[in-house]
């Protein structure tokens, strides 16, 4: 019998795979058999150990830039799982934002997570198979001060998936979004120490999230599993959206 959400024989690409939740999730798609891929923008070092470890391959592109996204897409190969993880914060009060912190957020988050989809799409539709699995973030739904940039970035991708599932789906691809509550990784080091408290305060099950637990969500929304869900959001938060 098939293992439970195995996911032997795809190939899978996942940006941002050098840390934190995205070498997660790396290792978790190797580790349910997919052949990964993983994007990386300026960690060489980590994202080689990453596909040394779970015997697959590293390949730098800032998916930023659209040229860039095709490439890394093409190098990836057939794709049949794409996992736009790569995010970056940028983070102040609206009035002192500058034009570049609110560009460079959109640019990254949002504009990446569309330079890759674009470039994997045909593809996908020409196999009439793929899942596609995009990071979005808990302060996409519910907004978080000094985040206007980030947030805006976050709920942009979850739009963006919703018409992408309703642009795909007859072609037999998937797309869906998994929005993090606070996981412990680089991003999160720094949150000052009242908000991390509030937050656990509000949060049913009591704890940070591990890169882990959104990999385990990934998985299953990447697989066979999950084969009649799309356009989802699925909230990985510990309860503090809900
Ligand atoms: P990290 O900062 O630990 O890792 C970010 C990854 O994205 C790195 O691998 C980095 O590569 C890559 N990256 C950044 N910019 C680019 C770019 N322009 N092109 C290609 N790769 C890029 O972040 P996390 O693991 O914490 O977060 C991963 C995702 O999860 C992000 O989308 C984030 O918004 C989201 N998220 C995180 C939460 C958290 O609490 N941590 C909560 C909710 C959502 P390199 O280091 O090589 O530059």
Redesign the pocket.
């Known amino acids: 019998m098939a293992e439970f959400c195995s996911l032997s024989g795809r190939t899978a690409l996942v940006?941002?795979?050098?840390?934190?939740?995205?070498?997660?999730i790396a290792v978790e798609l190797a580790g349910a058999g997919a052949n990964v891929v993983l994007?990386?923008?300026?960690?060489?070092e980590?994202?080689e150990s990453v596909a040394s470890e779970i015997g697959g391959r590293a390949v730098?592109?800032?998916?930023?830039?659209p040229d860039?996204a095709r490439r890394l897409v093409d190098e990836a190969g057939d794709l049949h799982i794409l996992v736009?993880?790569?995010?970056?914060?940028r983070d102040g009060l609206i009035a002192r934002m500058s034009d570049e912190d609110w560009e460079t957020v959109l640019?990254?988050?949002l504009g990446?997570t569309f330079n890759t989809c674009r470039a994997a799409a045909r593809g996908m539709m020409r196999r009439r198979a793929g899942a596609i699995v995009n990071?979005?973030?808990?302060?996409g739904l519910h907004g978080n001060p000094g985040q206007t940039n980030?947030s805006a970035s976050?709920a942009g991708i979850i739009g963006f998936t919703k018409a992408l599932a309703r642009e795909l789906g007859s072609r037999g691809v998937r797309a869906n979004v998994v929005?993090?509550?606070?996981?412990?990784?680089?991003?999160?080091n720094e949150l000052p120490e009242e908000l991390r408290n509030s937050m656990l305060a509000n949060t049913p099950l009591g704890r940070?999230?591990e890169?882990e637990d959104?990999a385990g969500a990934v998985r299953f929304l990447c697989s066979d599993a999950a084969s009649f869900v799309t356009g989802e959001v699925l909230l990985v938060d510990g309860g503090l959206g809900m």
């Not at 994007?39 to 060489?44: D, E, N, Q, T």
């Not at 736009?84 to 914060?89: F, K, L, M, R």
């Not at 990071?135 to 302060?139: A, C, K, N, R, T």
């Open positions: 940006t941002g795979g050098s840390r934190g939740i995205g070498r997660a994007g990386y923008r300026s960690g060489s980590e994202a730098q592109a800032d998916v930023s830039h860039e736009n993880n790569a995010g970056v914060t640019q990254t988050n990446g990071i979005s973030s808990i302060v980030y976050k929005a993090p509550g606070y996981v412990a990784t680089r991003l999160t940070l999230g890169p959104v």
